[in-house]
């Protein structure tokens, strides 16, 4: 037998029902704002003309969209998802809040073709094998900023673990890397951008724990040479 549905199948965030309930209340605005959204938009925002096209990579469920809206940073939203139940969830609650359905759409970064204004992606790349095709592709599509938060250290660490908190019944490893931060603020500069790494807010710097392993949270503001 042999079927096509395999990413899907093997998709962690497919398989997690408390992270669904976690993505509805933030759309909801029945959860505090993340931190790294808070700081993510605070980079963007002297940045961002009205009318600039803000794409959010690995949006989840869109729920970056509130941190652009209290602020009133006057861009145009867009998230993209791979995960298409996490997108339901945006299609379905952010309307209310002002976001257009349509705004949200389930897209892989391998699959993402786009010219925009400003790229944000939080919390995605040290959760795939590699980041080398993703970030380009990110890199590719933006016209002035890119915004990163990835787990960075000084000597890259890569790892294919047991993500121990999804569904019952449901055993998947997933991808937990800490790239070398001169790497990857290296691979950034060479594709004609200038690059401050900035430190987290939440984490000041120190490793977090999420499922279990240790991150290590960084920003990157990433600035198109002219």
Known sequence: MIQDDGYLKHCIWEHSQTVRELYRRRCCLEEEEMTCAAQAAELLRPHVAPGDVILDAGCGSGYFYHSLRKRQIPGVYYGIDAAPSLI????????????PADRLRVVRLEDLRAEVDHVVCLNVLSNIDNYCRPLERL???TRKTVVLRES???????????????????????????????DFKAFIQARGFDVTQIEDWRTGGKAELVIGYEHYWTFFFCQRRL
């Not at 673990?161 to 997933?174: A, F, M, W």
């Not at 890397?177 to 001169?182: G, H, R």
């Open 139 to 141: 890199l590719r599509s």
């Open 152 to 182: 960075c250290q000084e000597v890259a660490e890569y790892r294919y673990v047991r993500d121990r908190y999804l569904d019952p019944g449901v055993e998947l490893n997933v991808h937990v890397n800490a790239y070398a931060a001169s």
């Open 88 to 99: 339901e969830i945006g299609r379905r609650y952010l309307p209310p809040h002002g976001l």
